[in-house]
């Protein structure tokens, strides 16, 4: 089955500084790949919207100064958690739907990444 | 806007009794539903789908029905595992991806 693949699973950071993660689709294409957030105890958040190619859909509410997102390629997105704060720190998942599969399409899961801001 | 709403609370149950976590939701249109699994320490995956009403989606013994009348997609298993034990969610996809905020599920042997 299609894999998704985020990189790294658990980071720890200081207050301050920046903050990437990875989100790889290993064996297909993906046009449009999703990030969202995750609160201990509560459901996802979806954060954004990624189309390869373009710039990033936000979520309102959420800042994309701070959560800068880049679809450079078909198997790459990322999202980077400017001048981290302990407020940010929580689980962030990605998820990719393979292109060409339409509206309606299985959207595969990351493993998420836990982002601890000291 | 579209929201998924599911029972409150974590499930705990003994291996072999009949599981069923309730869904329902809030959309214009006619949206695909979905349940979603994460065991522990592993990503979100797809469990089932329905993508009309009256459709059943099934895998690994679970069940859900979409009802639109009800607007619901309980989940149901008849007989459980301790490896069902993990978080389950809700979602629906209408103009976007909504999910309801999860039901952990422990199942004792």
């Known amino acids: 089955g299609a894999v998704v693949s985020q990189h790294p699973s658990r980071v720890i950071c200081k207050s301050g500084t920046s903050v990437k993660i990875e989100c790889r689709s290993l064996?297909?294409?993906?046009?449009?790949m999703f990030w969202y957030r995750q609160f201990p105890k509560q459901s996802l958040m979806l954060m954004a919207t990624?189309?390869?190619?373009?710039?990033?859909?936000?979520e309102q509410g959420v800042e994309k100064d701070k959560f800068l997102i880049n679809h450079a390629s078909l198997t790459l997105s990322t999202l980077t958690v400017t001048s981290a704060h302990p407020e940010d720190s929580s689980f962030y998942i990605c998820?990719?739907?393979?292109?060409?599969?339409?509206?309606?399409?299985?959207?595969?899961f990351g493993e998420g990444s836990r982002l601890t801001v000291l | 806007g579209d929201s998924v709403t599911q029972m409150e609370g974590p499930v705990t149950l003994s291996e072999e009794a009949f599981l069923t976590i309730n869904c329902t939701y809030t959309?214009?249109?006619?949206?695909?539903l979905f349940w979603y699994v994460q065991y522990p320490g592993e990503g979100l995956q797809l469990l089932l789908k329905?993508?009309?009403?009256?459709d059943k989606g099934s895998n690994k013994g679970f069940e859900a029905t979409y009802r639109k009348e009800t607007t619901s997609f309980h989940l149901e298993k008849g007989s459980v595992q301790v490896s069902d034990s993990a978080v389950y969610f809700c979602?629906?996809?209408?103009?976007?991806?909504?999910f309801g905020k999860g039901n952990q599920v422990v199942v004792i042997p």
């Open positions: 329905a993508t009309k009403a009256d």
């Open positions: 998820s990719a739907r393979e292109r060409d599969r339409g509206y309606t399409g299985e959207l595969f």
């Open positions: 959309a214009t249109g006619y949206p695909s």
């Open positions: 979602a629906l996809k209408g103009d976007r991806l909504a």
């Open positions: 064996d297909f294409q993906a046009t449009t």
């Open positions: 990624s189309n390869e190619g373009s710039k990033a859909t936000y």
